[in-house]
């Protein structure tokens, strides 16, 4: 009677701290789930939208109606010369301005002056400086034939060079990359967690024993080609390398475009040689960068995959456990290491940021080769035992606090860095009646 009554207690105290949540609080938690991946990306979304819907009908749609408008014609470049405007201030402006001579679509001549959309205008463009309209008049020589726009309606308006504004279409790019990508990525967050409220409450009431333990189902519906279960690979070094190279690509684009334009506005030496100092540094800094991270992903490509097998899952302590490993070719490391690892993850509050620190706890070798080579098509198998200590903790799961259990594989190829990969595994409550 006093072993029950102890045992009774222990469970009152074990389930007033695993509280199993019910059906409100469940929809509570759904709601913040959901709630969390609006907030992020709902105003990303807004913004592109209405960014790019404002650019697009104050910018996009009149820029493009009135290139429409325009036809294109051979001319004859007859006379360039420059022109002057002396403003009420007495400041006086320069814009360049060509005789040109053009036939419309009916066979008229045509006399007229053009340079750029400004010209169209007798009191716009007057931005020049002496010398840099002098510059854009030697670019223009008599007699020179080229092509001009024009409206149909009224051939004296003619448009010599064309102003593509690449700001203004890179602008929309970007608003509508933003858009895009942000509607796309709700779009599959929506099809991927299509759950109603209480297919997510399920979980909850499903684990009565230990509800702060994940279940195992993602792994256990996977099985094994040699033993029962294939332990996925959820961590490859691949991905943030490549978002590595691609942020170092979209460096060097930028700091390259940048560089063309400022050196399209130069006017003198001393600021072609600033350009071109400021084209050393940045594109310079984003090429090795990117080269830095293409030898990585290159070497982690070149690197065959890993596959992990185990006996049995979940895993319980004191407890002996097969595991195979499948290593493909091609591999040149200097050292392998298998280990099963335990770390322990804690998210708090400071202020409104949210911190997370992790900490290993727990480290135990399982598998270890020096100087380990496959060539490439072929591959190798290893068979070896893995045993958690009755005294370790269990997989643990909660909104603040997180001990999670993975076999990491350790690739040390010399010089070139560490490969690691990553496998999750639950491990279950120390159990002396666990099959």
Not at 202 to 227: C, W
Not at 382 to 392: C, R, S, W
């Amino acid at each position: 009677m006093p072993e029950e009554n102890e045992h009774s207690a222990i469970s009152k105290i074990l389930s007033n701290i695993w509280k199993i949540p019910d059906q409100q609080e469940a929809k509570l938690i759904f709601k913040r789930w959901r709630a969390s991946e609006l907030y992020l990306l709902g105003p990303l979304v807004v913004l592109g939208i209405l960014f790019s819907l404002i650019h697009l009908f104050t910018w996009g749609l009149p820029t493009w109606r009135e290139a429409r408008r325009y036809v294109s014609a051979r001319c004859v470049v007859v006379n360039p010369y420059i022109h002057n405007l002396i403003d009420q201030d007495g400041h006086i402006g320069y814009r360049p301005e060509v005789l040109i001579q053009f036939q419309d679509r009916a066979g008229r001549d045509f006399l007229c002056k053009a340079y750029d959309r400004t010209t169209l205008s007798e009191s716009e463009g007057y931005t020049y400086t002496l010398a840099e309209a002098s510059k854009a008049v030697r670019d223009y020589l008599p007699g020179e034939t080229l092509f001009c726009r024009y409206l149909p309606e009224d051939p004296t308006q003619v448009i010599l060079k064309r102003d593509f504004q690449i700001w203004g279409w890179l602008f929309m790019a970007i608003t509508v990359s933003v858009a895009v990508f942000g509607t796309s990525v709700l779009v599959w967050l929506a099809k991927k967690r299509s759950v109603s409220a209480e297919e997510f409450a399920k979980p909850f009431r499903s684990r009565e024993r230990y509800p702060t333990v994940p279940t195992p189902r993602q792994i256990n519906e996977s099985p094994g080609t040699d033993l029962a279960y294939r332990l996925l690979m959820t961590f490859s070094p691949i991905v943030p390398n490549l978002i590595g190279l691609g942020l170092a690509a979209l460096w060097s684009l930028i700091a390259l475009g940048t560089f063309i334009f400022v050196l399209s506005v130069c006017e003198n030496r001393l600021e072609m040689v600033f350009a071109i100092l400021f084209c050393l540094i940045f594109c310079g800094l984003g090429a090795a960068v990117f080269c830095l991270f293409l030898r990585r992903v290159v070497r982690i490509m070149r690197t065959g995959t890993s596959i992990l097998e185990i006996s049995n899952h979940p895993v319980y302590p004191n407890r002996t456990y097969r595991l195979s490993l499948r290593q493909n070719g091609y591999l040149a490391a200097s050292s392998y290491t298998v280990e099963a690892v335990c770390e322990e993850i804690a998210r708090y509050r400071q202020g409104t940021n949210t911190l997370t620190n992790r900490k290993e706890v727990l480290r135990i070798p399982l598998f270890s080769r020096a100087d380990f080579r496959i060539p490439s098509g072929e591959t190798c198998r290893e068979e070896f035992f893995m045993k958690i200590p009755p005294g370790a903790m269990h997989t643990f799961h909660t909104h603040s606090n997180d001990i999670r259990w993975k076999i990491s594989v350790l690739i040390r190829t010399g010089k070139s860095g560490t490969i690691c990969r990553e496998c999750p595994i639950i491990v279950m409550p120390y159990s002396p009646d666990a099959v």
